[in-house]
């Protein structure tokens, strides 16, 4: 008679047979598949909870107020990444094929700017047998993006807003830049020629977050400018950091050569405005400060993700680019 496998269950000592090994697989898997949705929809309800101020109808002051009763009970970090989870995942899954849930929410979302008919079995296959991250290094090289040929010209007005790779690691369960647009090392983008797109004075406005301040400084030299101030946005909104719960982003003001504004206009160095569930997406009111400064001279906004009047723009985002 052939011996059958059996493995032992580390928790109980039960002896379990190799079936039985299959099919708690796929209980387990199930289960995540499960706690993912439950997420989300923790995530739902308290996104709609805290945009309707129905704490409030509760008589607590705050979202924060509301989670920290001991009834209630959810850590703000938890539940603050549930309400972020949800806003980011939400649209996109309402035109998920079901079939795609089968390997989870996140890598559903990852897949769905490339599934067609005729390739989802073969999608699908790859999901079940890579991590996400492996996942997202496997789509990168299926489908890979063109990148555009900066334009001729010289500008007088630079908006940039590069895609920074970060040097850590997020856990398998959390999405990171990269599940949202290609990144580029520090070295790629101080490689860009932009010192071949600017006038000999010009202006540059240079978006950055505190992790990577010091790496948008060599940005700044290597394009040719000098920093001269700052614009700090407060985006309202909690994030995650390992140092403290980072809210706020640094639009960076630099020049090459003589650039002053052409309007004496003083704004306030620091916007409040409630960021928008479209990640890394930033408020238009920066851009209005930009015109309402400089006046005149052509404006590009590199890495830009639309078509914007008065501006040229340049990135893989912007819809038509590869047609051009």
Same mark, same amino acid.
């Given at each position: 008679?052939?011996?059958?496998?059996?493995?032992?269950?580390?928790?109980?000592?039960?002896?379990i047979?190799?079936?039985?090994?299959?099919?708690? /697989?796929?209980?387990?898997?199930?289960?995540?598949?499960?706690? +993912?949705?439950?997420?989300?929809?923790?995530?739902?309800?308290?996104?709609?909870?805290?945009?309707?101020?129905?704490?409030?109808?509760?008589?607590?002051?705050?979202?924060?107020?509301?989670?920290?009763?001991?009834?209630? %009970?959810?850590?703000?970090?938890?539940?603050?990444?549930?309400?972020?989870?949800?806003?980011?995942?939400?649209?996109?899954?309402?035109?998920?094929?079901?079939a795609?849930?089968?390997?989870?929410?996140?890598?559903?979302?990852?897949?769905?700017?490339?599934?067609?008919?005729?390739?989802?079995?073969?999608?699908?296959?790859?999901?079940?047998?890579?991590?996400?991250?492996?996942?997202?290094d496997?789509?990168?090289?299926?489908?890979?993006?063109?990148?555009?040929?900066l334009?001729?010209g010289?500008?007088?007005?630079?908006?940039a807003?590069?895609?920074?790779q970060?040097?850590?690691?997020?856990?398998?369960?959390?999405?990171?830049?990269?599940d /949202?647009?290609?990144?580029?090392?520090?070295?790629?983008?101080?490689?860009?020629p932009?010192?071949?797109?600017?006038?000999?004075?010009?202006?540059?406005?240079?978006?950055?977050?505190?992790?990577?301040?010091?790496?948008?400084?060599?940005?700044?030299?290597?394009?040719?400018?000098?920093?001269?101030?700052?614009?700090?946005? %407060?985006?309202?909104?909690?994030?995650?950091? /390992?140092?403290?719960?980072?809210?706020h982003?640094?639009?960076?003001?630099?020049?090459?050569?003589?650039?002053?504004?052409?309007?004496?206009?003083?704004?306030?160095?620091?916007?409040?405005?409630?960021?928008?569930?479209?990640?890394? +997406?930033?408020p238009?009111?920066?851009r209005?400060?930009?015109?309402?400064l400089?006046?005149?001279?052509p404006?590009?906004?590199?890495?830009?993700?639309?078509?914007?009047?008065?501006?040229?723009?340049?990135?893989n +985002?912007?819809?038509?680019?590869?047609?051009?």
């Amino acid at each position: 008679m052939e011996q059958q496998a059996v493995l032992i269950d580390n928790r109980t000592g039960e002896i379990i047979k190799a079936d039985d090994a299959w099919e708690r /697989h796929r209980r387990i898997v199930g289960l995540r598949n499960d706690i +993912e949705r439950s997420f989300l929809e923790l995530g739902k309800e308290l996104h709609f909870f805290h945009q309707d101020e129905q704490f409030k109808d509760l008589n607590y002051p705050t979202l924060d107020a509301y989670l920290a009763d001991p009834v209630v %009970d959810i850590g703000r970090r938890m539940a603050y990444y549930a309400i972020s989870v949800y806003r980011h995942y939400a649209l996109i899954l309402e035109s998920a094929p079901a079939a795609l849930l089968e390997v989870g929410i996140v890598k559903a979302a990852m897949m769905i700017p490339y599934v067609t008919r005729r390739n989802m079995d073969e999608l699908l296959a790859s999901a079940s047998t890579l991590s996400r991250r492996g996942l997202r290094d496997y789509l990168a090289e299926k489908f890979p993006k063109g990148k555009p040929q900066l334009p001729s010209g010289k500008y007088r007005i630079i908006y940039a807003d590069p895609p920074w790779q970060y040097g850590n690691t997020m856990p398998e369960y959390f999405t990171e830049q990269a599940d /949202h647009y290609d990144l580029m090392t520090l070295e790629e983008i101080c490689a860009l020629p932009v010192k071949e797109l600017v006038a000999d004075a010009a202006v540059l406005f240079l978006w950055a977050t505190s992790p990577i301040l010091e790496e948008a400084f060599q940005v700044v030299h290597a394009w040719g400018f000098e920093y001269k101030t700052s614009f700090v946005w %407060d985006k309202v909104k909690h994030c995650m950091g /390992h140092y403290n719960s980072v809210r706020h982003e640094l639009l960076l003001v630099c020049v090459r050569g003589s650039c002053m504004p052409d309007e004496p206009t003083l704004f306030d160095s620091v916007v409040t405005e409630e960021r928008s569930d479209r990640h890394s +997406e930033k408020p238009e009111v920066f851009r209005g400060f930009i015109d309402a400064l400089y006046t005149w001279g052509p404006r590009i906004e590199l890495f830009s993700r639309k078509q914007v009047k008065g501006w040229d723009v340049w990135g893989n +985002e912007v819809p038509g680019f590869a047609e051009s």
